[in-house]
């Protein structure tokens, strides 16, 4: 009979074993959804307010008298720019630019591997 008993016991134990692991899981797996969520959230709001701060930039410059061509022409500038100064500062990155036109693409692998060549003769 205390075999039974002992059986049923480790039964009930094991059910219940299973299901805090279950709970466990199924509440990690809410709260990495919340926060996924609530980054996105925040990625949207970031983009929104970019976008704002574009739009009353281009809004400023074209009261000058600046077209459209030339004001984007600065935005892409003044991007280029502040990644620039951003890598300068940083020192070390892994992060590769690329033109957004292919026709430069030739140039740039001849710049890349030039760049290579460069940094092998310096480990040497």
Request: glycine share 6%; aromatic share 4%; charged share 25%.
């Amino acid at each position: 009979m205390n075999d039974i008993n002992a059986a049923q016991r480790k039964r009930a134990a094991a059910q219940e074993l299973a299901e805090a692991d279950r709970i466990k899981r199924v509440t990690e797996a809410t709260a990495e959804a919340e926060a996924m969520e609530k980054a996105g959230e925040g990625i949207a709001n970031q983009r929104k307010a970019i976008a704002l701060g574009i739009k009353d930039s281009l809004e400023i410059i074209q009261e000058t008298g600046v077209g459209n061509d030339e004001a984007n022409q600065l935005f892409m500038f003044t991007q280029w720019s502040e990644m620039m100064t951003e890598f300068a500062r940083t020192g070390k990155t892994s992060t590769v630019v690329l033109p957004s036109d292919f026709s430069q693409s030739a140039s740039m692998f001849e710049q890349m591997l030039a760049a290579g060549k460069v940094q092998n003769e310096s480990r040497e």
